[in-house]
């Protein structure tokens, strides 16, 4: 039987984070995540409520964030993006935490059709992606239940995109980095938390320190999706 994804929305925009900041892209958000963060800014897609569940077209350009998903397969959310016209060639893959899921089908589907995927996760499941995936991991310092990054994600990741509020934060980066034994070390992204006037001119500063870059959630600034 083909898998399902539990879909939270799907929408095309500019990709607002990390190295790919600028690029335009399909976003397929995937309701379900278990980490907690208390600042998270999706914390609509942590349950996936059975009573919450509705048709894909409900969910696809929606134009309010809510906790409604659908199950879609592969080839359902393949045709989502024709259905809807969409032209980027760069899909993310986020949540919630898409790494609950085993996104094989669903990575190596798109690139068949040559699309780049990007998977963006805490690191806290096992990545399962098709081997072009891009992988974004963004740690978090304290994870609800003892959840801890894995080191095998960290090692998967082409990015680590990290999120900053005070100074404990860069030094549990340094903690994660001194911990791993990376052929090619991925690029390290520092992102402000809620845009904080402090916690932006911290991540500035040690970005220029460690020569590190600075991921602004730049569609906040700019009010889009
Ligand atoms: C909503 S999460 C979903 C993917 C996955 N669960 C993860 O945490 O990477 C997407 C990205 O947004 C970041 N994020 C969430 N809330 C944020 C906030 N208030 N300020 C800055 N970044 C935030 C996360 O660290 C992550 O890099
Ligand atoms: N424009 C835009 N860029 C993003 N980059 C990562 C996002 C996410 O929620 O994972 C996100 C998002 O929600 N919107
Ligand atoms: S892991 Fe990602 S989706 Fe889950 S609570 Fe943290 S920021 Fe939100
Ligand atoms: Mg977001």
Redesign the pocket.
Known sequence: MAQRYPINEIFQ??????LFTGVP?I?V?LQGCDVGCPWC??QHTWTVSPDRETNLNQVTDKSDTSDAWANATTAEILNEFIRLGYQANHV?I??GEPCMYDLRELTQALAVQGYQSQI?TSGTYEVLVDDAAFVTVSPKVKMKGGLVVRPDALLRANEIKHPVATEKDIDALDALLAQCKWTTPPQVCLQPISQKTRATQLAMETCIARNWRLSI???KYLG??
């Open positions: 925009t500019i990709q607002g984070e990390g892209a976003f958000r800014d999706t993310v986020t949540g963006e959630q730049t569609h889009i999706d």
